[in-house]
């Protein structure tokens, strides 16, 4: 099997070239809009990538086509998980379509750009996967977004399994790269990352995490410093963390003595900063975390966000958030607590920012993993049919 990426200027244009070299030699995998830069953009127009996978030989002199240099391994793994999870889903489904054919009244959910007279096999399931989708409380417009491609599917001669496919692979897609704390270390000094975020939803807690798969596996040479100095308790957390994993700490009052910690810790390679919880609500003290990261432009920030917090206040708090500080990757915690995989497509849709790490319990340093795309594709679409 091989992977293979098309481009054209239009989704239309890019599938029959396919069909036509492939044939019915083409899974798609993903479909992906790229922008160019105003560079680019004076010689041509955004274009349409298509990445296939096919077990037919292309002929090397095909125009256009480019063989993926990257990321090939992931996209196998990916495919495997894919198939498993088709063998188990596609019968469910193709009952669940038998039935709604015979009860002739399916109560779906209203899509408002999706045609609604037509009531082809495809738009059935388009609205079959959309509905599961929201039900796992996936917002509509994300999840509309999950199910671009399918369009471009044969409206009655459809496989089940194809749609699954597309779906799968855009959820993969759509949770992207993540952006995690980089394992090479900056050679002109300390690696200074800001852990911020609404009050009590695991900030210290993952930085101890963090803290631990850093100095202990990655064997890197990390300080705390703590600025929340609001909660005597908040200090004493994270001093036993810090005993613990032998890892200096600072506890700093003010920016100017955080400058004055960074320097005492000049010669780490990472810095990890700890801050107070902040209500989005309060704009005083938003405005004293916003002071703080504007000194300090060469830094990594981390939002911290509860996956138990509903989606209409988590968006408030992202919006308030990023008026601080427009370059941060989000950390989701709590995810034992809560179905979360809709809340991970939300963020996702609604902040376009990297996703980082997902913490899923307080066990300190176990509970917490980087994000990852196909996990959560197969939790999304694992229970299709079962409805
Ligand atoms: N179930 C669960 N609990 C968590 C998780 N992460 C943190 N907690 C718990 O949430 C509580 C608050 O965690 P902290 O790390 O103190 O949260 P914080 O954001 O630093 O809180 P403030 O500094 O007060 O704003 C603690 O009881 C943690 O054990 C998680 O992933 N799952
Ligand atoms: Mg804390």
Same mark, same amino acid.
């Given at each position: 099997m091989k992977i293979q990426k098309f481009n054209g200027k239009t989704e239309t244009e890019v599938m029959n070239r396919i069909k036509e070299e492939l044939g019915d030699h083409a899974v798609v995998l993903n479909v992906k809009n790229i922008k160019g830069n105003w560079f680019t953009r004076l010689f041509k127009n955004d274009q349409v990538e298509i990445t296939v996978a096919t077990d037919k030989e292309i002929p090397t002199d095909s125009v256009d086509i480019k063989e993926t240099d990257q990321g090939i391994d992931e996209l196998k793994e990916q495919?495997?998980?894919?198939?498993r999870l088709l063998a188990s889903t596609a019968d469910k489904m193709e009952n669940l379509y038998e039935k709604s054919n015979e009860a002739q009244t399916v109560n779906y959910i209203s899509a408002s750009n999706m045609e609604k007279d037509s009531e082809s096999k495809r738009t059935t399931f388009q609205k079959l996967i959309l509905n599961h989708l929201v039900k796992q409380e996936v917002e509509e417009e994300a999840a509309m977004e999950l199910l671009k491609g399918t369009e471009l599917l044969d409206e009655d001669d459809l496989d089940i399994k194809d749609i699954i496919r597309i779906v799968y692979n855009n959820i993969c897609q759509s949770i992207g790269d993540v952006k995690v704390i980089d394992d090479c270390v900056n050679k002109e000094g300390p690696?200074? @990352? &800001? &852990?911020?975020?609404?009050?009590? @939803?695991?900030?210290? $807690?993952? /930085?101890?995490?963090? $803290?631990? %798969?850093?100095?202990?596996?990655?064997?890197?040479?990390?300080?705390? /410093?703590?600025?929340?100095?609001?909660?005597? !308790? !908040?200090? %004493?957390?994270?001093? $036993?963390y810090s005993e613990i994993l032998s890892v200096p700490l600072e506890v700093v009052y003010t920016p100017e003595e955080l400058r004055a910690g960074l320097e005492l810790f000049d010669?780490?390679?990472?810095? &990890?900063?700890?801050?107070?919880?902040r209500s989005h609500k309060n704009d005083e003290h938003l405005g004293e975390l916003r002071d703080m990261l504007d000194m300090f432009p060469d830094k990594e920030v981390y939002l911290v966000v509860s996956a138990t917090t509903k989606f209409s206040d988590l968006k408030s708090i992202i919006k308030k958030y990023s008026q601080?500080?427009?370059?941060?990757?989000?950390? @989701?915690?709590?995810?034992?607590?809560? !179905?979360? !995989?809709?809340?991970?497509i939300n963020l996702r849709h609604y902040t376009n920012k990297p996703l980082s790490y997902v913490s899923f319990g307080q066990n300190v340093p176990d509970d917490i993993e980087v994000v990852e795309g196909a996990k959560y594709a197969k939790i999304l679409l694992g229970s299709l049919g079962d409805e």
């Amino acid at each position: 099997m091989k992977i293979q990426k098309f481009n054209g200027k239009t989704e239309t244009e890019v599938m029959n070239r396919i069909k036509e070299e492939l044939g019915d030699h083409a899974v798609v995998l993903n479909v992906k809009n790229i922008k160019g830069n105003w560079f680019t953009r004076l010689f041509k127009n955004d274009q349409v990538e298509i990445t296939v996978a096919t077990d037919k030989e292309i002929p090397t002199d095909s125009v256009d086509i480019k063989e993926t240099d990257q990321g090939i391994d992931e996209l196998k793994e990916q495919m495997l998980n894919m198939e498993r999870l088709l063998a188990s889903t596609a019968d469910k489904m193709e009952n669940l379509y038998e039935k709604s054919n015979e009860a002739q009244t399916v109560n779906y959910i209203s899509a408002s750009n999706m045609e609604k007279d037509s009531e082809s096999k495809r738009t059935t399931f388009q609205k079959l996967i959309l509905n599961h989708l929201v039900k796992q409380e996936v917002e509509e417009e994300a999840a509309m977004e999950l199910l671009k491609g399918t369009e471009l599917l044969d409206e009655d001669d459809l496989d089940i399994k194809d749609i699954i496919r597309i779906v799968y692979n855009n959820i993969c897609q759509s949770i992207g790269d993540v952006k995690v704390i980089d394992d090479c270390v900056n050679k002109e000094g300390p690696k200074l @990352v &800001f &852990f911020i975020g609404p009050t009590g @939803v695991g900030k210290t $807690t993952s /930085i101890a995490k963090l $803290t631990a %798969d850093f100095s202990l596996k990655k064997e890197k040479d990390i300080a705390l /410093i703590t600025a929340d100095t609001y909660r005597i !308790a !908040a200090i %004493d957390q994270l001093r $036993t963390y810090s005993e613990i994993l032998s890892v200096p700490l600072e506890v700093v009052y003010t920016p100017e003595e955080l400058r004055a910690g960074l320097e005492l810790f000049d010669d780490k390679e990472y810095i &990890f900063v700890d801050t107070a919880g902040r209500s989005h609500k309060n704009d005083e003290h938003l405005g004293e975390l916003r002071d703080m990261l504007d000194m300090f432009p060469d830094k990594e920030v981390y939002l911290v966000v509860s996956a138990t917090t509903k989606f209409s206040d988590l968006k408030s708090i992202i919006k308030k958030y990023s008026q601080l500080c427009d370059k941060y990757s989000i950390i @989701v915690t709590k995810t034992d607590e809560t !179905a979360s !995989a809709g809340t991970i497509i939300n963020l996702r849709h609604y902040t376009n920012k990297p996703l980082s790490y997902v913490s899923f319990g307080q066990n300190v340093p176990d509970d917490i993993e980087v994000v990852e795309g196909a996990k959560y594709a197969k939790i999304l679409l694992g229970s299709l049919g079962d409805e």
